[in-house]
């Protein structure tokens, strides 16, 4: 999977969440996985609320790996309501709380139920 840059667009608007697709800017804080993959604060909260307070989301995922951490885990994720094919994992979704709970600036706060 390749990570969501547009090419076509310039400044904010060249970083895309992987997940929605919306661009990066001041009120879309977004954290970074490997090989440029991000995913946003928006999207972490919907994703995070599923599968770690609900403990929804499927455990295997054939098509794709996480789009963070490019693993194949038989672990509960989150697939992207736009891309089917673009999920990430719940190891990476911690990882994530912990990237943007360490930012007091991105105003994020940890779902709980």
Partial sequence: ???MHDTDAAGNEYFKCDFCREAWSESRPM????????ICA???????T?????????TRHEAA??????????ARHWISP???GVVVCR?????????????PESGWRRPTG
């Fill in 1 to 3: 999977m390749d990570a």
């Fill in 31 to 38: 954290v970074e996985g490997h090989k440029g993959s991000l």
């Fill in 42 to 48: 928006s999207c972490l909260t919907v994703a995070y």
């Fill in 50 to 58: 599923e599968v770690v307070v609900n403990g929804d989301g499927p």
């Fill in 65 to 74: 790996g996480c789009a963070l951490c490019l693993l194949h885990k038989d």
């Fill in 82 to 84: 736009m891309d089917a």
């Fill in 91 to 103: 190891e990476c979704l911690d990882g994530a709380a912990r990237m943007f709970e360490r930012d």
